[in-house]
């Protein structure tokens, strides 16, 4: 483990954050962002470059995650302690890995019993205190410490959406009659809920797209020798190639997928 | 003679008594701490001590209360907490009124000891002691030892026990109504629809793409989706269609390969069951939606699934979906992502429609028996948050405290 760890060392010095490494590394951000962006218009080579590049950095950063922050402290680090009860959670975990070979996969079945039950437990009595207790206890408590009739009325409200959104969710009584009314309120009051939550959600999307911009805005200066222009350009220059040269080869259609 | 007994008995008494023996230091003038207990705090985890002492009076207006502690070596006193002398009554410890009794006069205060004892797996002693200080006069109650360890019941949810044994009853007995007479399941159109969904792909010859989300097989929603996923992994069997499960977690993919192979089974088509119908795509979640967004994009699905737990890569999934011309079906319990899958998709199940889906499609007893306790549990929230409200709007307008203590606490989840 340390002879992993120090071999990691000596390759991470290699990249010591130098002015040059700084501006490479505004290029490759400025170049993946805009080849991730050309999927606006439609698929393309740069696209795919970028996907996979994405793909395979993310898994190799979950995997040395998990090899740093669960392998080494959870199991090795209780072992080389003499904590052997960790190597009970471990085979369990391992069984999982026998799922690769056919005669012996069904060991798996033990890791996925025990996830089961284990996640079945955890949960049953967690979603009993969110879904009853926390919900009836949120929706009673506007009426804790009511001092006029507008703090009665905002209480009241809260309630009859609530009781009316409950009745939208009735799967074995017929929709008919008090029940329909009382369901097609409650649908509104979804709807009022979901328009809420739609404007809130595309505000926070809106930031991280201006982060994106701000960033591409940055990478635009000569300090980076105009690292978004070229990019932006060369994939402009790429797209209208492959239109002429598709117009030739097909009549302007595009090849069906 | 007839005093040398009660002389004694006083001496025992003040023996087992923690009562405060003041050590003043500046101006005397301090009232002492005086019936100053320290114990486990019940219910608990471990790591916390129940410390409950007398009211020091109007005399300590203005001075402020510490808690120090030590451990049993005696490795030196530690400053755990520090609150104003009328802080910290019995009577508003957050506790459940079955669980904790105040007792007029007097303090408690439940001090995380973990912080800086840390929680060691058995029971561990500490010394415990109040310091009173007011400016630089200060007084010191006598040190009292506890023994902190976690506990394996904890009273306070005692309600949250109580609903789920009357679940549980309730679960049987509609079980055994359900096997008996059968239950009504009102349409669920989002469902209705996973059979055209399907037709359309056959007729198409193209594929339908079926996501779980990124949920692990932990959360209600994953379980919900590997149960529609069985059903409609029995339609894809049972019209030969090509069916593909691109997945975010390992445990999922590995339970869901279960599930199809035992639908085509079922179905009587173990030969047309492919192993790759499931496979792994990335456990990062935005790796995942533009991995798999790049897939619905190249292979133009018929149909696409999105049910499950869903965050941000909802949209990004059902646009591209939207894109391609497919049908879509979604369904998740994150109230954050419906809007977009209404938005992007043809049908989408809300929350509760996602639990139901299961029983609905396979009409099997012991699952549509699910939904009727789901609808018992319904009725009980509906009616609870209605008289709650009733009586405690009753219990503000006609001053009674104890009412609305009640109600709130009987529906507090501790």
Same mark, same amino acid.
């Given at each position: 483990?340390?002879?992993?760890? +120090? !071999? ?55 995997? %040395? ?69 926390? %919900? ?32 939208? @969710? ?12 009382? /369901? ?13 939550? @739609? ?23 000569? /300090? ?14 790429? @797209?209208? !190639? ?10 302007? %259609? &595009?090849?069906?997928? | ?13 003040? /023996? ?65 907490? &520090? ?25 408690? =205060? ?21 310091? !009173? ?26 309600? +949250? ?34 059979? &055209? ?20 097989? /932990? ?8 149960s529609i996923l069985g &059903? ?10 090509? !069916? ?15 599930v199809v192979k035992q ?14 119908? +499931? ?76 639990? =139901? ?16 306790? %789901?609808?018992?549990?319904?009725a009980f929230v509906m ?32």
């Amino acid at each position: 483990m340390e002879f992993l760890a +120090n !071999l990691w060392n000596s390759f991470a010095g290699l990249f010591t954050v130098t002015p040059g490494w700084m501006t490479f590394g505004g290029w490759v951000a400025a170049g993946l962002t805009i080849c991730l962006f050309s999927f606006l218009y439609k698929d393309n080579p740069f696209f795919k470059v970028a996907e996979h590049l994405y793909l395979g950095v993310g898994m190799g950063w979950l995997f %040395q995650v998990y090899l740093f922050q669960t392998w080494k402290p959870k199991v090795y680090a209780p072992l080389m302690e003499g904590q052997f009860s960790v190597l009970i959670p471990t085979l369990l975990g391992l069984s999982l890995v026998t799922q690769f070979f056919p005669r012996i996969s069904w060991i798996s079945r033990y890791g996925f019993t025990f996830i089961m039950g284990y996640g079945s437990g955890l949960v049953i009595p967690m979603e009993i205190s969110t879904n009853f207790l926390r %919900q009836i206890g949120g929706s009673i408590s506007p009426f804790i410490g009511a001092t006029g009739p507008w703090d009665l009325f905002n209480g009241a409200l809260v309630a009859f959406g609530f009781i009316c959104v409950l009745f939208y @969710f009735f799967f074995s009584v017929e929709h008919k009659g008090a029940v329909k009314k009382a /369901s097609n309120i409650g649908i509104y009051f979804l709807m009022l809920y979901f328009g809420a939550a @739609f404007g809130n959600t595309v505000m926070g999307r809106f930031s991280l797209l201006y982060g994106r911009f701000d960033d591409l805005y940055k990478y635009s200066d000569a /300090s980076y020798f105009y690292a978004t222009h070229v990019v932006l350009g060369l994939l402009v220059a790429y @797209f209208v !190639l492959d239109k002429l040269v598709l117009s030739k080869k097909n009549g302007g %259609q &595009e090849p069906a997928h | 003679m007839k005093k040398i007994p009660l002389f004694l008995s006083f001496l025992f008494l003040s /023996s087992f008594s923690n009562a405060a023996k003041p050590t003043a230091k500046g101006a005397p003038n301090l009232p002492p701490l005086s019936g100053f207990t320290a114990a486990d705090m019940p219910g608990d985890a471990g790591g916390t001590a129940l410390l409950r002492w007398n009211s020091p009076g109007e005399a300590a207006e203005g001075a402020l209360v510490e808690v120090h502690a030590s451990s049993a070596a005696g490795a030196g006193w530690v400053k755990l907490a &520090e609150f104003p002398a009328a802080a910290k009554l019995e009577k508003d410890m957050d506790l459940p009124f079955w669980a904790w009794r105040p007792s007029p006069g007097r303090h408690a =205060a439940a001090v995380d000891t973990s912080s800086a004892f840390g929680r060691p797996a058995g029971e561990q002693e500490l010394e415990f002691k109040l310091r !009173l200080v007011k400016g630089s006069a200060s007084v010191e109650t006598e040190p009292a030892r506890a023994v902190i360890n976690g506990n394996w019941f904890n009273l306070s949810r005692l309600n +949250n026990l109580i609903l789920m044994l009357t679940i549980i009853i309730v679960f049987f007995w509609t079980v055994s109504h359900a096997k008996r007479k059968g239950l009504f399941i009102r349409r669920i159109a989002g469902l209705d629809a996973i059979d &055209e969904a399907i037709g359309r792909a056959t007729e198409m010859g193209r594929p339908i793409f079926y996501s779980t989300g990124i949920g692990p097989m /932990s959360l209600v929603p994953t379980i919900a989706s590997t149960s529609i996923l069985g &059903e409609v992994a029995r339609k894809v069997a049972q019209y030969d269609t090509s !069916l593909k499960v691109p997945h975010f977690d390992p445990i999922v993919m590995t339970v869901c390969k279960e599930v199809v192979k035992q639908s085509y089974l079922e179905m009587e088509r173990p030969d047309s069951y492919r192993d790759d119908t +499931n496979f792994f795509v990335s456990q990062d979640q935005f790796s995942y939606a533009a991995s798999v967004d790049a897939m619905i994009h190249r292979e133009k699905p018929a149909a696409c699934f999105f049910i499950g737990h869903f965050m941000a890569e909802s949209l990004l999934l059902a646009e591209v979906g939207a894109t391609t011309g497919a049908i879509q079906i979604a369904g998740t319990e994150q109230e954050s992502q419906l809007p977009f899958f209404f938005t992007s998709c043809d049908y989408t199940l809300i929350g509760e429609e996602l639990y =139901a889906a299961g029983a609905y499609l396979s009409k099997e007893p012991m699952l549509t028996s699910t939904l009727k306790v %789901q609808d018992f549990g319904k009725a009980f929230v509906m009616l609870a948050v209605a008289a709650g409200a009733i009586l405690i709007a009753a219990g503000a307008m006609f001053e009674l405290d104890a009412l609305s203590k009640v109600v709130t606490q009987l529906f507090k989840a501790y």
